[in-house]
């Protein structure tokens, strides 16, 4: 193995997810290079169906309060510590990139291969992110299928949203990732069913 094969495998296998983020978040070109790793994600009929809408400086506190007021529609007696706890999470992370699904769903390409290319999109996103340096988190819950929320950031039906990438520059830590081994999630067809260690009580 080359010296850049195994730098480029040694970031993809110590990503991981943290929300333990400051400041600073890329900006500029160094993030339109990031967020073009996007575009290098399969795409089965060429559809592009992801979309991209970063929120950053004050707009922060904007999309918080449309959070809580999604949750405040969802649910008829939401718990005020968990509304708090949203809003503070989006108002203070120091960039969110929605991520979005410009869905066909009268396409000859399935809705379903549609989906899986923007969540292939997410996970360029991750590793572009963290290969650059920096720190993110992909999250979703119940905000993210909200029919309502995702029109108002620009999602009508049959559109929707994929999640929401809090994004930052990671705070040092004193322990590296755990690296699961993979073998429990592997098998070699041999002519029937596979099983896996994994799924064995």
């Not at 009508?156 to 755990?178: C, I, M, S, Y």
């Amino acid at each position: 193995m080359n010296k850049h094969a195994h730098i480029a495998l040694e970031s993809l296998l110590s990503r991981a997810s943290t929300d333990a983020l400051t400041k600073p978040a890329p900006k500029g070109e160094e993030l339109e290079t990031i967020l073009s790793a996007v575009m290098r994600a399969p795409d089965h009929g060429k559809l592009r169906p992801w979309r991209l809408v970063v929120v950053k400086g004050d707009a922060r506190v904007k999309l918080a309060e449309k959070i809580v007021e999604s949750m405040k529609r969802l649910h008829a007696d939401p718990d005020p510590k968990k509304l708090e706890k949203r809003y503070k999470r989006f108002s203070t992370m120091p960039m969110t990139i929605v991520l979005g699904m410009h869905l066909r769903p009268d396409d000859k390409i399935p809705l379903l291969e549609q989906e899986l290319a923007v969540g292939a999109a997410g996970m360029n996103l991750l590793n572009a992110l963290h290969a650059a340096g920096y720190g993110a988190v992909w999250v979703s819950g119940d905000v993210a299928y909200d029919p309502v929320l995702a029109e108002e950031l620009g999602f009508p039906a049959p559109h929707a949203l994929a999640g929401f990438f809090f994004v930052g520059t990671p705070e040092k830590t004193d322990h590296e990732p755990r690296r699961r081994p993979v073998a429990p999630y592997v098998a070699d067809w041999t002519g029937e069913p596979v099983s896996f260690d994994a799924d064995k009580d």
